[in-house]
C-alpha cells in the first residue's frame, strides 16, 4: 500500500520506571521488549521511519545501545519533558504527521496503524486522530493510536507550558480539544476493561504469555488474534486483572504523578502572575489565575471523591 504523506512512528521510552524498572529492555520471547514494538510499527507500510527517543540519563545508554544495535535511530533528550524529546526527535525530519507510541504498548499492530492513518489521510485537516485521547474509551488500555500532524506537535511545543503538559504531552489536546479538529475512533464492543500495558510485574508476565502463545504463528499477530485467545484462554486476563480499570477522562487522577504535578502547575501559574505583577502587567494576570483556580477546583473534587470512596 502506498501512502500520500510521510509518516514517522516515534516510540518513548525510559529505563526509570518507578513501577516497573528496566520494562524497555526487558526480554519477551528472545529480545527486549522495544524491539519487538519496532518491528510491529516497521510492519505497517504506511510508517516511513521509526525513531526511539530516550532520555540523556546514564541508565538509558542501554536503549541508546539496542537502537544502535537494531540500526533504528535514537534521540536522547530531556528525562522530564517528555513533549520536548517528542518534538525534537524529528524536528529535523521531513514528514507530515508523527505517531507516538510508548513504551508500555507491547501490542501495538499493523492493523491498528493502518486504521489509524487511513483515517489521517481520509480527514487531511484533521490536526490528530486517536483512540485513545477522548471519550469514549473502548480499546483496552495500552493499545493505543496517536497522530499528530505536524503542525500540531509544532503548536503543542510552543504553547503547553504547564510541567503536566510537558511530561504527559497530550494533557494540552485535551485540555484544549476546541482549539483541534480531532478525528476519534472506536471499536463497536466495548474492550475497555482489558489491560493491555505495561506497568507493573504482572502485566510483563502476561505480555510473555500473549507472545508465548501467538508470536510463533503471526510476529504481527493482531487485535483480533489476541481477543480470540483471551476468549479461549480466559485465564490469561486474570494474571494482571487487579491493576485493571476502565479509562476515564479523569483516568489521570488515579496516577502516582497526578497530584505532585497539578501542585506544581499552581505553583508555576502563581510565580508567573508574581512576575507579572512586577512589571505591573495587571491586565495579563487574570488568565494565569484562572487556570490555577481551575486546577484547584479539579484537586478539590478528585479529594472529595477519594474521600467518600475510602
Not at 514517522?8 to 514494538?37: C, D, F, N, Y
Not at 508500555?104 to 492513518?117: A, K, M, R, T, Y
Not at 488500555?141 to 504531552?169: N, V
Not at 504463528?217 to 490469561?236: A, T
Amino acid at each position: 500500500m502506498q501512502y500520500k504523506k510521510k509518516i514517522i512512528a516515534v516510540i518513548i521510552a525510559r529505563e526509570g520506571s518507578s513501577r516497573l524498572p528496566g520494562k524497555a529492555i526487558g526480554t519477551v520471547h528472545g529480545q527486549p521488549m522495544i524491539g519487538h514494538i519496532a518491528d510491529r510499527l516497521k510492519g505497517c507500510a504506511g510508517i516511513s521511519e521509526v525513531i526511539i527517543a530516550t532520555t540523556i540519563n546514564v541508565e538509558d545508554n542501554i536503549i541508546a545501545s539496542f537502537a544502535e544495535q537494531k540500526k533504528i535511530n535514537c534521540f536522547r533528550g530531556n528525562p522530564e519533558d517528555v513533549l520536548d524529546r517528542l518534538y525534537h526527535a524529528v524536528a529535523d525530519k521531513d514528514y507530515d504527521a508523527v505517531i507516538e507510541v510508548g513504551g508500555d504498548c507491547p501490542f501495538v499492530s499493523p492493523d491498528l496503524l493502518d486504521q489509524g492513518i487511513q483515517l489521517y489521510l481520509n480527514n487531511e485537516e484533521a490536526d490528530f486522530v486517536s483512540n485513545a485521547l477522548l471519550p469514549p474509551y473502548t480499546f483496552p488500555d495500552g493499545y493505543d493510536f496517536i497522530l499528530l500532524s505536524r503542525k500540531t506537535l509544532e503548536k503543542l511545543q510552543h504553547e503547553a507550558m504547564l510541567q503536566s503538559e510537558r511530561f504527559q504531552p497530550f494533557q494540552y489536546l485535551i485540555k484544549n480539544e476546541k482549539q483541534f479538529k480531532s478525528i476519534s475512533f472506536t471499536s463497536e464492543i466495548n474492550y475497555n476493561h482489558w489491560r493491555w500495558t505495561l506497568d507493573y510485574p504482572e502485566d510483563l508476565q502476561f505480555v510473555k504469555r500473549i507472545y508465548e502463545e501467538l508470536y510463533e504463528k503471526n510476529p504481527y499477530f493482531s487485535f483480533v488474534e489476541i481477543k480470540q485467545l483471551l476468549i479461549e484462554k480466559p485465564e490469561l486476563v486474570e494474571i494482571n486483572k487487579m491493576h485493571a480499570h476502565n479509562t476515564m477522562y479523569n483516568s489521570a487522577w488515579y496516577t502516582g504523578s497526578y497530584v505532585t504535578e497539578a501542585h506544581q502547575d499552581v505553583q508555576s501559574l502563581l510565580n508567573h502572575c508574581l512576575i507579572l505583577d512586577k512589571e505591573k502587567r495587571y491586565a495579563e494576570m487574570g488568565e494565569f489565575y484562572l487556570k490555577a483556580s481551575k486546577i484547584l477546583d479539579e484537586l478539590n473534587t478528585r479529594a472529595n471523591i477519594r474521600k467518600l470512596n475510602g
